[in-house]
């Protein structure tokens, strides 16, 4: 049950939309989990500054995961985030944060797994 939440400096067609949801979908595997429970979300267009700079191409991922996955896990999948924004957004890998929250307490359909 992942949540990949996108936030990125610029605009985001549906198709660029659909090419990383796709990319993400293949990739969450390897944390473990399946595309059959996975929810995408972009939010374009956001004020996003590093280094103190606003920089044109940057993006925040957060990834957050009923249960946990391992480091070596967490890397590949970092990996696979910021290979899937720089193909299809043009965002070099080191202006991509990527952020994980693994929790035991996960609801759905009015209850909690």
Do not use: R
Request: charged letters at 20%; a negative charge.
């Amino acid at each position: 049950m992942p949540f990949i939440n996108t936030k990125y400096s610029g605009e985001i067609t549906p198709a660029q939309e659909d090419a990383i949801k796709s990319a993400l979908g293949s990739a969450v595997s390897v944390i473990g989990k399946t595309e059959n429970w996975l929810m995408v979300g972009f939010e374009p267009n956001c004020s996003l500054y590093f280094k103190g700079k606003k920089l044109e191409k940057i993006a925040f991922v957060e990834v957050s995961l009923f249960g946990h996955a391992s480091d070596s896990a967490y890397e590949k999948f970092t990996s696979a985030v910021c290979n899937a924004l720089e193909s299809t957004l043009g965002v070099p890998a080191d202006c991509v944060y990527v952020k994980y929250s693994p929790t035991d307490n996960w609801g759905w359909n009015g209850g909690n797994f």
